[in-house]
């Protein structure tokens, strides 16, 4: 990288229409181009569309960089910060040039990964097509590949189911989440995701307090839309309660667009539940919140991770087909080490 003329540098308001004109670009999927190839390829959902970030939604400790030239920008990399986790996510890293658009990236990427270090960030997440050496450009830096997603997709035009009453939301134990539920959740969350990935994302119980408040956990490879999005909490009691009474069975999180995006379902449930009323639950609360706010019909999207199946069945039986499959990578900038504790005593 040393005999390159370009430089890293912090966005500026005059780059918006080039960053417009490269984000759109790279989303064409063409030689010369790389991009995170997120969320699905084809014209019907399109990377920019979904992942935009018009000023009004731009926060004060958002990032984004771009990749200079003498004739111009050809990368730019962009960056949300979770200041409660201390967590960034890659949204977006493109760049241009038919041999050069690998060192491009490369390089957005360390200067991230630096400029994180300096201002104290824990982890670092991206989600990625594996495609375009994607993969191989954030293990190259150190991230850690932890899981794989689908990506389901229910067309626009097709009928979303009636919403349902109170009464018959009560009969299937389906209530809005609230801040009582994080210890169910955290063990719900236990319960049916690897120990492993319970490790790397570390989850604490003050995160699921948060989510009566629409707060992103679980994390999906489509969370950075939620902040174009009304998003509610709704939890599915377990008929029996469990020991203690306050068992769960399942999560679902409906998020109801506010800009030109699809609207967005999140389902994590126990392996022997099953998840064929929530998803109808949703679907009707999506149906509710677009036809009394005016919003626009562009589909629902919605992210399963491969252990969860069968939930990605269940959504296949109301209407949604798979676009995608996308690879969900972390970085940890910590080193862990191991609590204090007792030992026996030795001569």
């Known amino acids: 990288m040393s005999g390159r003329s370009g ?17 759109r670009l790279c989303q064409q999927e063409a030689a010369e181009t790389r991009s995170l190839g997120l969320p699905v390829s084809g014209p019907r959902i399109g990377v920019f569309s979904l992942f935009r970030l018009p000023l009004g939604a731009f926060r004060p400790h958002d990032l984004m960089y771009v990749y200079e030239e003498e004739d111009g920008l050809s990368g730019l990399v962009r960056v949300e910060r979770e200041n409660q986790r201390d967590e960034w996510t890659i949204v977006e890293l493109d760049a241009i040039g038919l041999t050069d658009s690998g060192d491009i990236r490369y390089r957005l990427l360390q200067h991230i990964l630096r400029d994180g270090s300096k201002r104290g960030a824990i982890r670092f997440h991206v989600a990625c ?45 389906i209530r809005p989440a609230a801040q009582i539920d994080a210890i169910a959740l955290s063990r719900l969350y236990a319960a049916v995701t690897p120990q492993p990935v319970q490790r790397l994302e570390d989850y604490r119980i003050g995160d699921w307090e948060r989510q009566a408040g629409g707060w992103r956990v679980p994390r999906s490879s489509l969370a950075p839309i939620l902040r174009f999005a009304d998003v509610e909490a709704f939890v599915r009691e377990a008929p029996n309660g469990g020991p203690d009474g306050t068992r769960l069975d399942a999560l679902l999180q409906v998020g109801v667009a506010k800009e030109d995006q699809p609207h967005y379902l999140k389902i994590m449930a126990r392996p022997d539940a099953d998840t064929t009323a929530l998803v109808e639950y949703g679907l009707g609360v999506i149906s509710t919140r677009a036809r009394t706010g005016g919003r626009h019909d562009h589909g629902v999207i919605a992210p399963v991770r491969t252990y969860e199946a069968p939930i990605d069945r269940r959504l296949e039986e109301a209407g949604f087909g798979v676009e995608s499959t996308v690879t969900l990578l972390l970085k940890e900038t910590v080193v862990r080490v191991a609590e204090p504790a007792l030992v026996p005593a030795v001569r």
């Open 7 to 23: 430089k890293v540098r912090v966005a500026r308001l005059t780059d918006l229409a080039a960053l417009g004109e490269l984000s």
């Open 129 to 173: 097509a594996d495609a375009a050496g994607n993969v191989e450009l954030f293990m190259q830096a150190g991230f850690a590949r932890y899981g794989q997603e689908l990506l389901l997709y229910r067309p626009p035009g097709a009928a979303l189911p009636e919403p349902w009453t109170d009464e018959r939301a009560a009969e299937q134990g």
